[in-house]
């Protein structure tokens, strides 16, 4: 082992404590964890699981060089604390020292910023027991595997006692803890461990203690034996060089720690891209909770980029922070200090010249009112698309699922198929989706602003109730659950799959055209042809007071999407067979109404869920509309066809 490797390890050793129950000295060993934050440590959850079950608010000790102190676990990531086996992906538990955290001096392990896994060498540290006192133990292990989302399998050929669950993993290269051993092979060598990344699923939690983190890094602290995390990374030198060095890492981390959180993961996303041009980074895109997670997407495998690609991403946070009314006084004067080093000022300007793209710039102060949202046209903003496909001769009937993403900046991209053998029955989409659709969903949200969701459906299934659709089993008092009243949702026809005919795209040209519209009853008095759908006029939209899926209803909204309609409202309760109802009259009138609020088709789909939210949270006249369904399928993004490769389908 090198020099530096040797003093690395020291460091690591360290920040390394183990747990164990509140007695005496001679208390038996639970498991190991270390120092992420002052006063925060990281764990195994099934370390503490089996002492925590009297309580979670259990008291227990942390012990290590130099600290032996009170602790209680702060969260962890278990979902069912009273299964024996705790799943790999829950397998992380953070610890708070109780009391005031600056009285206790101990060593912080560095964690990287970047959200990819670990393979190959590394160090596993922790401690295991040992007459008179638990002992601390390094060995050499290596990554040669990964298992499911989080999951690191440590190769064959390494042995490690009981009592290291929850230590660290050291990187010697990068110098980097990344990883937290879960355990070992049961009668053989080797085992498991958690990358680090699934620390981000800690949340709220997660941006304190890595802005913790960034600023104890950020003080440049020094061990005993004279040595910090960063002066030991390694890299170029700090000066006259276009290098983004680890001390440049550390000190816009830091500095980015004091900003204000971003308000939700696609403003991390969005000015991470413009940081590197459009230029999409490898693989799938990590929860972004902070902005330390949008530095980290600025790599190119473990080689970060240009530091004029850091600069500029630095640049665009200030601009964001300092437009809602944040202090950016450090940050700006960082930023115009490191790019004086650079030796290049021919590309200053893209530093100095770097502007928030308009969907990052602050909304409009347009007072109590209630912003409309306008529905996203091509490239206008991002969509999400739920294709529910019924299994050919299922009785009853049963759907496979698709859902395709377009970010609004290129070509949509298939997020996740339904991978089950025979689809699912329409009670038991919910639940089917809750994970795949539900998460997406959350990450793709930007304050303010949900994404909408898009629902295809064969006409015969317009009836589908998805704006009653519920993902979360408890939501907070003054967060209304459904999805219509959450965000836009809106019904497509899947039979109109790949290139749009001319009657869709005409009447949908013709439309957008329109400032005010009126509601056209659907089917027309007398025979339910084609002709009239065909011939009714643009500022027209239809309207039925009738299910879509069954009877005189299916027939009328058959012959609505021939005529090239892309645009209705329906009424999803029960209806008579032929005669209407005194009620569908009050329901014509109240649409006709709600109609008169539009001054675009794209505002039609945010003011029906701003109706939808008031029913949610029963307040006004509006519970006329909460059986009302829209479709709304925009031609110019077309669903993708049957037969289209996925990489290529444009939505």
């Not at 979670?56 to 600290?67: K, S």
């Not at 595997?145 to 050929?157: A, R, S, V």
């Not at 496979?400 to 900046?409: A, C, E, K, L």
């Not at 699912?424 to 969701?453: F, I, N, S, T, Y």
Request: hydrophobic share 40%.
């Amino acid at each position: 082992m090198s020099e530096r490797e040797d003093r690395l390890s020291e460091l690591v050793r360290a920040a390394t404590v183990h747990l164990l129950a509140a007695g005496g000295k001679d208390t038996p060993l639970w498991g190991s964890g270390f120092f992420v934050a002052p006063g925060w440590v990281l764990t195994a959850a099934h370390v503490l699981r089996p002492h925590l079950a009297a309580g979670r608010d259990t008291v227990f000790r942390v012990r290590g060089e130099g600290v032996d102190a009170e602790a209680r676990l702060a969260e962890w990531l278990v979902t069912d604390p009273r299964s024996p086996k705790v799943p790999l992906a829950e397998d992380l538990a953070l610890v708070r020292l109780t009391g005031d955290p600056d009285r206790h001096a101990h060593e912080c392990v560095w964690l990287s910023d970047r959200a990819a896994r670990h393979s190959g060498a590394l160090k596993a540290c922790g401690y295991y027991p040992g007459p008179p006192e638990a002992v601390f133990r390094m060995v050499d292990a290596e990554i040669n595997g990964h298992e499911g989302t989080y999951g690191l399998i440590i190769k064959p050929d390494i042995d490690f006692p009981n009592g290291m669950s929850g230590g660290p993993l050291l990187d010697p290269e990068t110098g980097a803890v990344v990883g937290l051993i879960k355990s070992r092979r049961k009668e053989k060598d080797g085992g498991k461990a958690v990358a680090l990344t699934a620390l981000r699923r800690f949340g709220e939690t997660y941006r304190t203690v890595l802005a913790a983190h960034d600023r104890w890094h950020g003080e440049e602290p020094v061990s005993e034996s004279g040595d910090n995390w960063i002066d030991l990374q390694g890299g170029p030198p700090a000066e006259h060089t276009p290098a983004w060095t680890p001390r440049d890492r550390r000190q816009a981390l830091a500095l980015l720690a004091e900003l204000p959180q971003p308000p939700d993961s696609p403003t991390v996303r969005v000015a991470a891209m413009e940081a590197r041009s459009h230029r999409k980074w490898a693989g799938d895109t990590p929860e972004l909770w902070s902005w330390r997670d949008g530095h980290g997407l600025l790599y190119e495998g473990t080689h970060p980029l240009d530091p004029l690609v850091f600069l500029r991403y630095l640049k665009l946070v200030e601009a964001h922070a300092r437009a809602r009314g944040a202090d950016c006084t450090a940050l700006a004067d960082w930023i115009r200090r490191r790019l004086r080093r650079d030796p290049r000022p021919h590309l200053h300007a893209l530093v100095s010249g770097a502007v928030l793209p308009d969907e990052l710039r602050p909304p409009p102060d347009d007072g109590p009112e209630r912003v409309v949202i306008s529905y996203p046209g091509p490239g206008e903003g991002p969509v999400v698309a739920l294709l529910l496909d019924p299994v050919i001769g299922a009785q009853p009937v049963r759907f496979f699922w698709q859902i395709w993403y377009d970010s609004g900046d290129g070509l949509p991209e298939i997020h996740r198929t339904d991978t089950s053998v025979h689809g699912h029955r329409p009670d038991e989409l919910v639940q089917a989706l809750r994970g795949p659709l539900g998460g997406l969903l959350r990450e793709e949200d930007r304050k303010g602003h949900p994404v909408p969701l898009e629902v295809a459906l064969p006409a015969e299934h317009f009836d589908t109730a998805v704006h009653r659709w519920l993902f979360d089993d408890i939501a907070r008092l003054n967060d209304p659950g459904h999805l219509g009243a959450r965000r836009r949702v809106v019904l497509r026809a899947l039979e109109r799959r790949g290139e749009p005919d001319r009657l869709w795209l005409d009447r949908w040209h013709g439309m957008s055209a329109v400032t005010r519209f009126q509601g056209w009853r659907m089917p027309p008095p007398g025979a339910v042809d084609a002709v009239g759908y065909r011939a009714a006029e643009r500022d027209r939209i239809p309207v039925m007071c009738r299910p879509a899926g069954q009877g005189v209803g299916r027939v009328a909204m058959q012959h609505a999407l021939k005529g090239g309609h892309g645009v209705a409202l329906w009424h999803l309760g029960s209806h008579p067979d032929r005669a209407c109802l005194p009620e569908c009259d009050t329901l014509h009138a109240r649409v006709e109404k709600f109609l008169e609020t539009l001054g675009s088709l794209a505002e039609l789909p945010d003011r029906l869920r701003r109706v939808r939210q008031d029913i949610s949270e029963q307040r006004g006249d509006s519970a006329w509309a909460e059986p009302l369904a829209l479709l709304y399928d925009d031609p110019r993004r077309p669903l993708p066809d049957e037969d289209t490769e996925p990489v290529d389908a444009p939505l």
